[in-house]
Each structure stands twice: as structure tokens, then as C-alpha cells.
């Protein structure tokens, strides 16, 4: 199929440095740049024809990627809230568990992400791996402020995804200074720690 590319090819112009990093994949994979890059326009062109932006099509690949390396689970909304009910006589415990795992997952995040593109990336990952209508987290150093909204969470898993919070940016180097919390809203402030 690539080969019938090539019948009718055509010069695009790019700019050098993108060449080199071209030639290099190209090389470490054993094939020709010709063909690498016909792949991966190939590639970008069925993104496009699904609908979906290929930059938003390698993003989510990442959120993917780093979540099943992290071991995380994707369990529906529903069978979620009956297990948390069952638990509820020990919501303590169930909290800390909660917060535990924010911690674990923030530590993670951090061998696999750079600061920068941290916070742009735990906006998508909660919005999806929480099933969250709207996440926004907005930098104002020493100020983070977290925002998260589900129109249809119920309280006692809005409460285990405060106890997430807190654990993640606690793990990132935040406390908590001031909270907004009911059903399926939160709004958090954290202060960055003085060590940080």
C-alpha cells in the first residue's frame, strides 16, 4: 500500500530540525523517512477521518498509557456508588485509602511527567478517569486552585474524590488552605508548601 504512495509523490517543505527527528525515528525503526512519514501521515489522516484531532489522539494515548501503568481501574459510575454504600460503615478507613491513593498516583505521575504539562495533563485524566463533566485547575503560584464538577455523583464518592485530591496534591507539594465541597462540586485552593 505505502509503495503505491509513491507512484505520484510530492516535495513537502518542513522545517530542518523536524527532518533530523524524522531521520532518527526512521533510522532506529529500519526503514526509510519516506516511508515513516508516509505512515504517520497515513496515521494523522485516519485520526482526522474518526473526527478526532491527532495531537488530542496522542494526548489521550498518554492519559491511557499512564494510567494502565499505573494499575488503574476503569469501573463504571453506578457499580462504583453500590460498592462505596457497602463501605460506608468504615468511611474512615475508605477516606484514607482514598487519600493514600491520590498520594501514590501523584508520586507516579511525577517520574512520568514534566512539570509543565502536569497540571494540563491531571485536567484530562480526572475529567476522564473520574467521569467528570468539567475539571479545571488553574496555576497561580503559590496558588492552585481545583475545580471539579459532576452533575450526577453522589456524595460519598464527591467525598472520596476530595480525599484523592488532597493526596495527589499533597504529593505534588500543596496543601489545602480552603474548601467548597456539595454534591458533585468541588472547589479546593491549595498554597504550595515553602520546601518546594
Not at 477521518?49 to 488530542?56: E, I
Not at 485536567?123 to 503560584?141: A, F, G, H, M, T
Not at 468541588?186 to 508548601?193: A, C, G, P, S, T
Request: aromatic share 10%; proline share 2%; net charge negative.
Amino acid at each position: 500500500m505505502v509503495e503505491n504512495i509513491f507512484d505520484n509523490t510530492k516535495l513537502i517543505p518542513v522545517p530542518d530540525k523536524l527532518a533530523e527527528e524524522l531521520t532518527k525515528i526512521a533510522n532506529r525503526k529500519g526503514i526509510s523517512v519516506s516511508v515513516y512519514a508516509t505512515e504517520v501521515l497515513m496515521e494523522a489522516l485516519r485520526a482526522e477521518n474518526l473526527g478526532v484531532d491527532f495531537k488530542h489522539a496522542v494526548d489521550l494515548w498518554r492519559l491511557v498509557s499512564v494510567n494502565k501503568n499505573a494499575g488503574n481501574l476503569n469501573i463504571p459510575r453506578s457499580n462504583f456508588g453500590d460498592l462505596i454504600k457497602l463501605h460506608l460503615n468504615n468511611g474512615t478507613e475508605l477516606k484514607e485509602i482514598w487519600y493514600d491513593s491520590g498520594r501514590w498516583y501523584g508520586a507516579y505521575c511525577t517520574t512520568q511527567l514534566d512539570g509543565d504539562n502536569l497540571f494540563n495533563f491531571l485536567e484530562k485524566d480526572l475529567l476522564l478517569y473520574w467521569n467528570l463533566d468539567e475539571v479545571e485547575i488553574r496555576n497561580e503560584d503559590p496558588v492552585l486552585w481545583i475545580r471539579c464538577v459532576s452533575f450526577s455523583m453522589s456524595e460519598e464518592l464527591t467525598d472520596l474524590l476530595v480525599e484523592y485530591l488532597k493526596g495527589l496534591f499533597y504529593e505534588l507539594g500543596y496543601s489545602e488552605s480552603e474548601r467548597d465541597v456539595l454534591r458533585g462540586l468541588v472547589q479546593i485552593r491549595f498554597l504550595k508548601n515553602k520546601e518546594n
